[in-house]
């Protein structure tokens, strides 16, 4: 089509509609992008990117790369076909101008195209363009390169020849706008781990993130991720250095009723349940009909087989669904063309007619599965009454717990000093490493509002234990006593009862040295693994003592960091006096009076408290698996790479 065919008396018309379009989105950027945070300004980069996995799946890109500038601007450039750049005869504008400037255009007009990934909440390119203070989109098609750049989501100048080419391919560059965001600065890590997922959900499709920012061995920071076998590599990745009970996943992968699904899974020697799922690449932590289709179909496939193949002779004990999901590592990606998503975050899939249609494809392939592999069945089956039998241990340990909530007088452990007041928005528990710092916590602390809770050296690894074991050991059992919540019953997929929730602040107060770290990481796990809800509500805190006191004289100044450490030392030598300047490095919580740690770690007028969260389930499992498991190397080299980053994210 010609430039000169096209009727362009509408354009002012469709242009004030452009604009009011982005000045929405700019008025009210969380409704699109969920908020303003670093959270937000990742998922500019996840939009760009889900376009170009949207050209992959079409069959026309294998190769992505996002690069990290210098000045935090984004470059996603991939080798699909180009966004069209032709005139797009219904708006009067170059198509490429449409999908960059109209709300919920990309991809529309090319009805072929099978769209179903997109960002969690599908709003499109234009989004990030709003958003951004400048974009610049160049498409390489037809041997030409096109460009076109835009302010805050409006163009300079129409879309432009700039030169020949011999590939085809999108780049997009973007600068998110400081004007909308809290904080501009990209982490690498989010955005690495996030690429690695894509790589394992969509196989075949290599993905490079590179970070200008830091200078590796000559040359940037960079990645590459690339996948062959999808989802069964996954589920190894993330069982880690977990022991697999068969010697390879099993795993499915086709289309059932015209909805494509993979599926992968794998049994290991630990006691968890680690079920990740994906709608359309967006990982839905809430689960959902997918998941209850898979969970049907194991459930109803393993007993079948059991029964008829009398495995189930030797087992005394009755077994329930979750007995078949013991050591289960698991992931479920779906392609769902018109997803329904619910829940608190809009993660949880409510399209009814997927649970049939997983259910059946489980069905079908684990039972031929289990036919073929009669050894690996066995395995699968004696595991499942092993767990059977555990369970009801567990079940007494557990019910010996809340029972113990319930009847006893106060029902608080014997240890806790608890606060005055009874209203838990206002109340934080601090759990903190041994009696003497719990002795120093409990001085220096305001007991309107802070409890403390004492905790002996190392708390249980819960990665390691078994369920029953969980709810036997000391500390676990004084922390579920003093946090007064209790775990549903297994029909209740044993959700946590938050009512009777004490305190809406829990904070991990340890040492600020090896160990230390040590037990949070414990506390964290055994929070991550059994109240997860506590952490997704962002109940969960991490106390930071300061690691220095520089002295002279009267004067004197906390220090955090190695550089604060050295400025105090500058300030308070340059003050004059004749007296010299002293460094105390803290060990330990110990080392500090009661005011000190008052002043210092507690007091919320000068305190710093890390918030908990959880960025990336699928990670956070690996993660836990490598911190907790039974292999060192990989643990030490986790440690030594995370050591410089003053935050723990979980
Ligand atoms: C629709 C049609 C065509 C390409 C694309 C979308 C496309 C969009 C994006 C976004 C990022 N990278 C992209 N690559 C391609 C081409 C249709 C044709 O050539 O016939």
Redesign the pocket.
């Known amino acids: 089509m010609s430039e000169t065919t096209v009727d362009r008396s509408d354009y002012s018309a469709q242009n004030i509609q452009v604009l009011e379009g982005l000045q929405a989105v700019r008025k009210r950027p969380a409704m699109y992008i969920g908020d303003v945070g670093s959270k937000g300004l990742h998922h500019l980069v996840y939009e760009?990117v889900d376009?170009?996995i949207?050209?992959a799946m079409?069959g026309?890109?294998d190769e992505i790369f996002v690069t990290i500038h210098k000045d935090n601007s984004i470059t996603?450039r991939?080798n699909?076909?180009?966004?069209?750049t032709d005139m797009h005869e219904k708006e009067g504008r170059s198509?490429l101008e449409v999908?960059m400037t109209v709300l919920h255009a990309?991809?529309k007009?090319?009805k072929?195209?099978y769209k179903v990934s997109g960002g969690l909440h599908g709003v499109g390119?234009s989004c990030v363009n709003a958003l951004s203070r400048v974009l610049r989109v160049e498409?390489h098609?037809k041997g030409k390169i096109f460009a076109q750049e835009y302010d805050k989501g409006v163009p300079r100048y129409d879309v432009k020849e700039i030169g020949e080419t011999d590939g085809t391919?999108?780049i997009?560059t973007f600068w998110p706008d400081d004007e909308i965001f809290i904080t501009t600065e990209y982490k690498y890590d989010t955005l690495a781990t996030r690429l690695r997922e894509l790589a394992y959900l969509n196989k075949g499709i290599r993905l490079t993130i590179t970070d200008e920012r830091e200078e590796r061995d000559g040359g940037f920071l960079t990645e590459t991720f690339f996948s062959e076998g999808g989802l069964k590599e996954f589920v190894t990745y993330l069982d880690g250095t977990r022991e697999p009970l068969i010697p390879e996943p099993v795993y499915m992968m086709g289309e059932k009723a015209g909805t494509p699904i993979e599926i992968a899974l794998q049994y290991n020697n630990s006691y968890n349940e680690n079920v990740h799922s994906y709608v359309n690449n967006i990982n839905t932590i809430e689960g959902g009909t997918h998941v209850a289709g898979f969970r049907r179909g194991l459930t109803r496939t393993l007993k079948n087989y059991a029964e008829k193949s009398g495995l189930l002779k030797h087992a005394k004990v009755e077994i329930t669904g979750d007995d078949f999901r013991e050591g289960l590592t698991a992931v479920i990606s779906v392609k769902v063309q018109e997803p329904q998503f619910e829940g608190q975050t809009k993660t949880k899939l409510g399209n009814n007619e997927v649970t049939g249609v997983v259910d059946a494809a489980v069905g079908e392939v684990l039972g031929i599965y289990l036919e073929e592999h009669p050894r690996e069945a066995k395995l699968i089956i004696n595991k499942v009454i092993l767990a059977a039998t555990a369970r009801q241990a567990a079940r007494k340990a557990r019910e010996m717990v809340q029972r113990k909530n319930v009847l006893s007088g106060t029902g608080l452990p014997g240890k806790l000093a608890d606060c005055a007041i009874t209203d838990p928005a206002q109340c934080e528990l601090f759990l903190v490493e041994g009696d003497s710092a719990g002795g120093t916590a409990k001085q220096g602390r305001n007991r309107d509002f802070q409890a403390i809770l004492p905790l002996k050296g190392k708390i249980l690894n819960v990665e390691k234990a078994m369920e029953h074991k969980i709810y036997e050991n000391e500390e676990i059992k004084n922390i579920f006593t003093a946090l007064g919540v209790s775990i549903g019953t297994e029909e209740d997929d044993k959700a946590l009862n938050l009512d009777k929730l004490r305190y809406h602040k829990i904070v991990i107060m340890t040492d600020a040295d090896v160990d230390g770290s040590h037990i949070t990481t414990l506390i964290l796990t055994f929070f991550f693994r059994y109240m997860k809800e506590l952490v997704e509500y962002g109940y969960v805190y991490i106390a930071t003592p300061p690691l220095y006191l520089v002295k002279k004289g009267k004067d004197q100044e906390y220090c955090w960091t190695d550089e604060q450490r050295d400025e105090a030392i500058q300030r308070l030598k340059g003050n004059g006096r004749e007296e010299s300047v002293s460094v105390q490095r803290y060990k330990g919580l110990g080392e500090m009076n009661a005011e000190q740690l008052w002043e210092t770690t507690m007091n919320p007028e000068t305190r710093t408290l890390r918030q908990a969260t959880i960025e990336n389930a699928a990670e956070c499992d690996h993660v836990f698996s490598m911190l907790m498991g039974d292999e060192v190397a990989p643990r030490r080299e986790f440690i030594e790479r995370n050591a410089r980053y003053a935050k723990i994210d979980i």
């Not at 699909?80 to 069209?84: S, T």
Request: proline share 3%; net charge negative.
């Open positions: 760009v376009n170009s949207d050209e079409a026309y890109c996603v991939d699909g076909r180009g966004i069209p198509a999908v990309g991809g007009f090319d072929d195209t390119v498409v098609r391919g999108t997009t």
